[in-house]
Structure formats: structure tokens, C-alpha cells
């Protein structure tokens, strides 16, 4: 048979199928008793008739997925087959079930090498999605085993069936269409001789699921991300800083955001309302500019709530209990709290001239939006604190960045691009443009303000949502899908931070709590 002869149709059963169904499940289950009657049929069509599905060419049914609701605690623990059943072969639907099970799949001899049973393995998929339910279980039998029965125990079996030393019809067929093996059933289906009542219990999980407590808090996944490209600019008060910030706010909050983000040291101008010669000590003026954040703190998390916005508060420069200078990204909830991130790794520049130290924190925040990192500039140049942030299921990594040429720019853009695809999350890259003469440091600025995305088909081709002009003042919009970060992270075509190999490495966060006086506890 050609393709060109065949014209497939993906409908449910209904009870007027049964003398096909059970023409083709006998020819099929010969060896285990055949077709299930057509009261047990009818009653299933009726309790669940969305998990009956059928494959016809020219309306012979040449494909068929049989499906049960059923509890996930009861059949994802050690089970038989015979538990699905009741009085007079009725197969127990539970209607309240929170998993879908697999009964039966079984396909027209004739019609097999065509992927008719992938067809039916995806809708049940996409069923199990739009019901949000668990996972789909499935007792499968190991048709092949009687032949190995003699040189193999079945856990043997099963690894060479994984490792593809050996083909089963089944087993084979299952892994292929990502089902995991979570158990051997003994005694599964006592008449499978084949299998010699063995089977496999298998699973696959909906990644998507939502427990109802959580549907119910209506988590956001699609989030709307607006960056500032800020330009660098003489100001003549805090006032007139102020009030640009609050234009930007806001702009980005009438267009929906969830998210504002401004750039690193944004308020820096203000070290221009000192006199030039006041400026020639560094060390001073970068005090001088410190002694703006507290007052640009309060005024950014009124925005946040005013304007019903999160803002990544660029970074600003905090004197630190023990009189240090730090470069801090402050985190304005729109629910009016603040939460703050520190610059880890400090650039020579900032050491010498500000003697600016490093932070001791790496910080997940949970938000009404997902889950977000913040790294500032330098910070994105070392993977390793993406990675740690990955590893607490960080969804969105913000990069308030300030770079004066384009080879500084390109060094934390492509490293940016990098952590986005090696941690499978979206990275925001928000950076100033303009240059200031007057102000020490503020000479030159370059950027090109970007959101960046895993490296796969639900995402563009080149792995760049959205991009500004460079060197241009301006804002800009994306929106970000968590869903297919969800996806991407256990279907993608590859999926790098679950295929680590965490057997041969590991990194890991040290304690620095003894820094604060905190007592640790002996070991």
C-alpha cells in the first residue's frame, strides 16, 4: 500500500465502531482472549468518550487508543490489571481521576510502519494536556521476553530493551514516545504468556499540570518585559532624574508590562551636580552619588505600586553597614516591597577608581510574574552563578548592564546569549547609551538593549526575541511564553540542564553566613 492510497481521518469511537473494534482487536489480541464486549465498550464511550480515539482510512478503522480515568496515587504504585476491572469486564473510569491510563493500543497489521501509533500516543498527549491532567500510565507487556526468558532475568531485560541490544514491539515502541519505566509488575496479566506475566509500568508525565490550588492562583505565563535604554544626560537636580524615570515607568506600565528595567548606574548623571573639581576624587563622588539611593528607593517602589509595575531598578551604589561602597540592583514589587541583588564580581575599573566590593549573595526572587535573577554587568561573564540560579528554577535572568565601547558591550551580550541557552530560561539585557564629557567616567556609553531566548523551535530562529537600536534612547517590548520554557526544558530537541552529567561534576553554593556572625552548626 502506498501513502498516496491512504486517507487517514483522527475521530473518537462511538458505539456504532464495535463490530469493526472488534474485528481488529481480535485479530490483534488472538493470543489474550481477544475483543473486550461491546456493553464494556459502550460503557466506556460513554464515561470518558474523549479518551476513545480511532484512526480510519476511507472510514475502515485501522487504529485504535482505548483510555480509563484513573486515580494517579492508586496505579502509579504496584498494580494488576485485573484492578481495572470489575463485575462482568467493566473497566472502572473514575471520573474524579486525576491520570489518564492506557489501556489498550492496537494497530491494523496491514497498516504498521506508517506511525499510526505515534498519531494515536499524541493525541492521548495532547488530551492529558487539555484536561490538565497528571500523566498518562500504562501497564505494557514485553511480548519478546519468553525468548530471553531462559538467559535473562526481566530487569535485565528491560536495560538491554533501553539500550537497544534488544527489540521488543512494546517496550521499544513506548520508550521511543517518551515514556519513562518507573517499575517490573509482577503477575500483571497472569495469560500473557509471552510476557510471562510480567509488564512494565510506564509513565509519562504532563509537564504542564497545575494542581488545582495553583489553577486557582492564576499564574501568569505570558509575561510582558519593557526596557528602558537609558541615555546618559547632564541633569540639573534629583527632581528632573526623577521625572524622567517616572516617564519611562509610566510609558512601559500603559503598555502593560510586568516588568520595567533600567540599565546600571543610571543615576550616575547626579555626580555631575558637584563641580568638576569635586569630581577629580573619584572615591568621593561616587560617595556623593550614593548618598541619592535611599531617596530614589522610596520613589522607584512608589512607582512600582502606583503604576502597578515591577522594576529592576537598574543598580545604584549603597554604602554598606561596614561603610563599604556596593554596586546593588534593587527589586521594586509592585506589591510595595523591595528586595536587592549586590554585583558579585567587581571590573578592575570599579575597584581602582570607586573602590566599589563585591556582594556575598545570589538570590531567585519569587514574583507575581515568575521566578527572576538579576546579574549585574560583569556578573553575566561567569556562568557559573547562572547555572546556580537555573538550578532554583529561575524562569527570567535580568542584566542591568553600563559598557563604554562595543567590544564591552559584545562581551556581556554573547555571554548573556550563552546563559540563555545553557539554562534554558530568557535573559534581559537592559544597557544606556549617550555620553556625558562633563562627569568623570560617564565619557562614552554603548549599548543595544536585547531579550534573548533558549536555541529551539518554539523560539526564533536566532534566539533573539526583541532588540533596540544601538546607541539610541528608546523602550522596548517582549513578551515572554513560561510554558515553553516548561517545554523546552523536558521535550526540546536537546534539553541541557536535565542531560548534565551530574555524576561526573557538581557546583555548589558555600556558607558564607559566618560574614554576618551568624553561628553555624558543628558537623
Given at each position: 500500500m502506498s501513502l498516496d492510497d491512504l486517507h487517514l481521518n483522527l475521530r473518537n469511537l462511538t458505539p456504532d465502531d464495535y463490530p469493526q473494534l472488534q474485528t481488529l482487536m481480535d485479530r490483534v489480541y488472538d493470543d489474550i482472549g481477544g475483543a473486550w464486549p461491546k456493553p464494556t465498550i459502550d460503557k466506556l464511550i460513554k464515561e470518558f468518550p474523549d479518551g476513545q480515539i480511532v484512526i480510519e482510512d476511507d472510514?475502515?478503522?485501522v487504529g485504535v487508543a482505548l483510555t480509563a480515568l484513573v486515580d494517579y496515587d492508586t496505579f502509579s504504585n504496584p498494580h494488576r490489571y485485573d484492578d481495572l476491572i470489575g463485575k462482568r469486564e467493566t473497566i472502572l473510569n473514575d471520573a474524579d481521576g486525576d491520570a489518564m491510563y492506557g489501556l489498550d493500543v492496537l494497530i491494523h497489521p496491514d497498516y504498521r510502519g506508517y506511525r499510526l501509533g505515534r498519531r494515536l500516543y499524541e493525541a492521548r498527549k495532547e488530551l492529558c494536556r487539555s484536561m490538565n491532567l497528571r500523566a498518562i500510565l500504562a501497564g505494557g507487556r514485553i511480548p519478546q521476553y519468553h525468548e530471553h526468558a531462559q538467559e535473562l532475568s526481566p530487569a535485565e531485560y528491560l536495560d538491554k530493551v533501553a539500550r537497544k541490544e534488544i527489540h521488543d514491539p512494546i517496550l521499544s515502541f513506548q520508550l521511543a514516545n517518551d515514556f519513562q519505566v518507573k517499575r517490573l509488575l509482577r503477575k500483571y496479566l497472569p495469560e500473557d504468556e509471552k510476557s510471562q506475566g510480567?509488564?512494565?509500568?510506564?509513565?509519562?508525565?504532563?509537564?504542564?499540570?497545575?494542581?488545582?490550588?495553583r489553577v486557582l492562583e492564576n499564574r501568569p505565563t505570558q509575561v510582558r518585559v519593557g526596557a528602558v535604554q537609558w541615555q546618559m544626560r547632564e541633569f540639573d537636580s534629583v527632581e528632573a532624574v526623577l521625572q524622567q524615570v517616572e516617564y519611562f515607568v509610566d510609558a512601559l506600565s500603559d503598555y502593560k508590562s510586568d516588568f520595567a528595567v533600567f540599565p546600571e548606574l543610571f543615576n550616575a548623571p547626579l555626580m555631575g551636580l558637584q563641580d568638576r573639581a569635586a569630581q577629580q576624587d573619584q572615591m568621593a563622588a561616587v560617595r556623593f552619588l550614593a548618598g541619592f539611593t535611599e531617596r530614589f528607593k522610596t520613589e522607584l517602589s512608589r512607582m512600582a505600586v502606583s503604576y502597578n509595575?515591577?522594576?529592576?531598578?537598574?543598580?545604584?551604589?549603597?554604602?554598606?553597614?561596614?561603610?563599604?561602597?556596593?554596586?546593588?540592583?534593587?527589586?521594586?514589587?509592585?506589591?510595595?516591597?523591595?528586595?536587592?541583588?549586590?554585583?558579585?564580581?567587581?571590573?578592575?575599573?570599579?575597584?581602582?577608581d570607586w573602590v566599589i566590593e563585591g556582594g556575598d549573595e545570589l538570590l531567585v526572587f519569587e514574583t507575581d510574574a515568575g521566578r527572576v535573577g538579576i546579574q549585574i554587568c560583569y556578573d553575566v561573564e561567569f556562568p557559573e552563578l547562572s547555572r546556580l540560579l537555573a538550578d532554583q528554577?529561575?524562569?527570567?535572568?535580568?542584566?542591568?548592564?553600563?559598557?563604554?565601547?562595543?567590544?564591552g558591550y559584545l562581551r556581556v551580550r554573547h555571554c548573556a546569549q550563552a546563559r540563555a541557552i545553557e539554562n534554558e530560561c530568557y535573559v534581559v539585557l537592559c544597557g544606556s547609551v549617550g555620553n556625558?564629557?562633563?562627569?568623570?567616567?560617564?565619557?562614552?556609553?554603548?549599548?543595544?538593549?536585547?531579550?534573548?531566548?533558549?536555541?529551539?523551535?518554539?523560539?526564533?530562529?536566532?534566539?533573539?526575541?526583541?532588540?533596540?537600536?544601538?546607541?539610541?534612547?528608546?523602550?522596548?517590548?517582549?513578551?515572554?511564553?513560561?510554558?515553553?520554557?516548561t517545554v523546552?526544558?523536558?521535550?526540546?530537541?536537546?534539553?541541557?540542564?536535565?542531560?548534565?552529567?551530574?555524576d561526573l561534576f557538581d557546583l555548589r553554593w558555600r556558607d558564607w553566613s559566618w560574614k554576618s556572625g551568624a553561628d553555624l552548626e558543628e558537623s
Open positions: 472510514e475502515i478503522i510480567y509488564a512494565t509500568l510506564l509513565e509519562w508525565n504532563n509537564i504542564l499540570f497545575e494542581p488545582a490550588e509595575i515591577n522594576i529592576i531598578a537598574g543598580s545604584m551604589i549603597e554604602v554598606g553597614e561596614d561603610d563599604r561602597l556596593y554596586n546593588i540592583a534593587y527589586l521594586c514589587h509592585r506589591d510595595g516591597s523591595i528586595e536587592r541583588q549586590a554585583k558579585l564580581h567587581i571590573t578592575p575599573q570599579e575597584r581602582r528554577d529561575m524562569d527570567i535572568l535580568f542584566v542591568p548592564f553600563w559598557t563604554d565601547t562595543k567590544n556625558v564629557p562633563s562627569i568623570e567616567n560617564l565619557d562614552i556609553q554603548y549599548a543595544q538593549s536585547s531579550v534573548f531566548s533558549p536555541s529551539d523551535f518554539a523560539f526564533p530562529h536566532d534566539a533573539v526575541l526583541s532588540e533596540t537600536t544601538p546607541n539610541t534612547e528608546m523602550i522596548m517590548f517582549s513578551d515572554l511564553d513560561l510554558t515553553r520554557l523546552v526544558r523536558a521535550e526540546g530537541s536537546v534539553t541541557n540542564l536535565k542531560d548534565r552529567r551530574k
